[in-house]
């Protein structure tokens, strides 16, 4: 039974996202091993506090992410 754990920084996400990301790797993970696999495809998002979590010897915050994704630096 596979188990992937998708490691996020807190409060970048919101639930329906974080809902999004489960469905869409559960649904990853059965195209390549299978539909059997579906109700024992576990998938967790955890949530690593801000400042918790960097890049090249900076921490980043949800903010920063926020920056990133609009194409701004960081």
Known sequence: MPLVTIEV???VF???QKQDM???VTDT???IEGEALRGVTWVR????E????GIGGKTLT???VRAL???KAA
């Open 62 to 64: 949800a903010g920063d």
């Open 9 to 11: 920084i807190k409060d």
């Open 29 to 31: 993970m059965v195209a």
């Open 50 to 53: 801000q400042g918790d979590w």
């Open 69 to 71: 994704a609009a194409g």
């Open 45 to 48: 998002v955890q949530e690593i």
């Open 14 to 16: 919101t639930p329906a």
């Open 22 to 24: 489960i469905q869409k």
